[in-house]
């Protein structure tokens, strides 16, 4: 037998892995190989193992029995203790596995989902690898809404409703920077203290619903809906204010916290299904007022009234429901809503029918318009039609101001037609801004033209909506009050905040084709 077979039968041994004949023949082994019998002592190493073996082999047999039960005992100790040690090891490695695997997949500090043909990008300061899931935010992730809304759930319990074009920036895991946008934010009692950031305001939540609106060119503000917030202006004065639900503040460059009132209707409190809209299908008609509706948050506080001598003749049967006839003799419909801001993407859609002949002046009526008059720069949105130089055919266009564009299919035929009129949202640099016309779901070439005055210094839209050259919204009278009103019916004026997708206009023209 070799050493090392020895060494193996002698750890069984000891092991106690050995049935009765077996120990035998190794206690008879070790009684005749004195070096069998050291080998034992060292796998033994156990003081009774060695008490039994210092009288030397002859005494190994009379204490046969013994030893081996003493052996068992010691193997038996031995091997719990083995048992400790590797649990312990094993408990380490497993808390060690477990800690890295909650590091791994410890819930993100915000995620998110958004609307239907929502557009948005998200860039990330941490490492490749750490890079958050593609609906979650990590500290120091920014995420720019170009259109449509989002809606955001921290790990702390709040949530939050974003309505673009925005622009955020996850700055903490309890705080959020907001340079652009219209939010809504809920905070529960156990994330008290979270803060929002504007450039120019700091909001710190004490238990509280609020909402905050941050627009370029235009004053920050803060509306409490319920509980309290500190109000901290970043500017000049710095002013600072604790507001109650019910209460409003805008800022100004001076710093200075101004009284507004709180409108709750500003801001959307549920993730809408698509971009926000406006709707007013001309269905409905009590006395002068038209009933608005849409799930952008400004519509149901849009009044919009029929302005005509005899309103109710002005009612007839359009392509879904009712339509209004403009007589081009002074009706037109007022309304007082601003309309989008900026550079803020956006659709408009209806149904129109211009009977032929209509209008001999060389300008026609806008459709629908809001913003400034001036045509030195991008600061209007006008839905009309221009006339056709060569046979004065109406041809419809878009006019931002100082940019024009139109397409070349005549219109004024006497029968219905669908038209959707596009802004794509911020171009680059000086390039021309993108627009988009399309009549009868189909999309047309366009052609363009500079306004009165000349190519603009800059090709920048903002549509005007705030201060001293700000129109509202007319539907039928163009933004100049020179240019008679609109000679044609209407039906089925739909607004969106954003560029609807080509199967949304299609559809949009199906559906009234159907009937």
């Known amino acids: 037998m070799k050493p090392r077979e020895y060494e193996l039968l002698l750890q069984r041994f000891v092991d106690g892995d050995l049935d009765e004949d077996a120990c035998r023949e190794v206690v008879a082994l070790i009684k005749s190989d004195p070096s069998v019998f050291e080998i034992y002592c060292e796998y033994a190493e156990i003081d009774a193992g060695m008490r039994y073996l210092t009288g030397g082999p002859a005494n190994l047999l009379e204490q046969q029995t013994a030893l081996t039960e003493q052996s068992r005992q010691t193997t038996l100790k031995r091997a719990k203790g083995v048992a400790l040690l590797a649990a312990a090891a094993a408990i380490i490695v497993l808390s060690t596995v477990l800690y890295l695997r909650l590091i791994a997949e410890a819930p993100p500090v915000l995620t998110f989902r958004s ?43 709040v949530s939050c409703i974003v309505k673009g074009p925005a622009d955020l920036t996850l700055l903490e895991e309890n705080s959020l920077r907001l340079d652009r946008g219209s939010s809504w934010f809920h905070v529960p009692t156990k994330a008290v203290g979270f803060q929002v950031q504007t450039p120019e305001l700091e909001v710190v939540d004490l238990g509280t619903e609020f909402g905050v609106i941050s627009q370029p060119d235009e004053n920050d503000e803060v509306h409490v809906l319920k509980g309290r917030v500190a109000l901290t202006a970043l500017l000049g004065r710095k002013e600072e204010v604790i507001l109650e639900a019910g209460q409003a503040r805008t800022v100004n460059f001076v710093g200075r916290l101004s009284q507004t009132a709180v409108r709750p209707e500003a801001f959307l409190t549920e993730l809408p299904s698509s971009l926000p809209s406006i709707s007013i299908s001309f269905d409905d008609l009590v006395g002068d007022q038209l009933s608005v509706t849409g799930s952008h948050p400004d519509a149901t506080s849009i009044e919009a009234r029929l302005v005509s001598s005899t309103p109710a003749s002005c009612v007839i049967p359009g392509v879904v429901g009712n339509a209004i006839a403009f007589n081009g003799k002074g009706d037109w419909i007022q309304t007082d809503w601003p309309g989008f801001s900026g550079d803020t993407p956006r659709s408009v859609a209806f149904w129109f029918r211009i009977p032929p002949g209509a209008h001999s002046a060389s300008h026609f009526p806008a459709v629908v318009g809001w913003g400034s008059l001036e045509n030195h720069y991008n600061g209007k949105w006008k839905v009309w039609f221009t006339r056709n130089n060569d046979d004065g055919e109406l041809l419809p266009g878009i006019s931002l101001g100082a940019d024009d564009y139109f397409c070349e299919t005549p219109v004024d035929d006497g029968h219905w037609h669908h038209l959707v009129a596009i802004f794509n949202g911020p171009a680059i640099a000086d390039e021309m801004p993108e627009c988009s016309l399309y009549l009868d779901g189909t999309s047309r070439p366009l052609l363009h033209h500079f306004g009165p005055e000349g190519p603009p210094a800059s090709r920048e839209v903002q549509t005007v909506t705030s201060g001293p050259h700000a129109n509202p919204m007319a539907i039928g009278f163009g933004l100049d009050t020179k240019v008679p009103t609109l000679q044609a019916d209407l039906d089925e004026l739909q607004l969106f905040e954003g560029v609807i997708p080509e199967q949304t206009i299609l559809e949009l023209y199906e559906m009234g084709r159907a009937r």
């Open 115 to 157: 609307s239907s043909d929502t557009r948005l990008t998200i860039t990330h300061t941490v490492e490749s690898e750490e890079t958050p899931e593609p609906d979650a935010l990590a500290v120091g992730s920014r995420m720019m809404v170009k259109q449509g809304c989002v809606e955001f759930t921290f790990e702390s319990g």
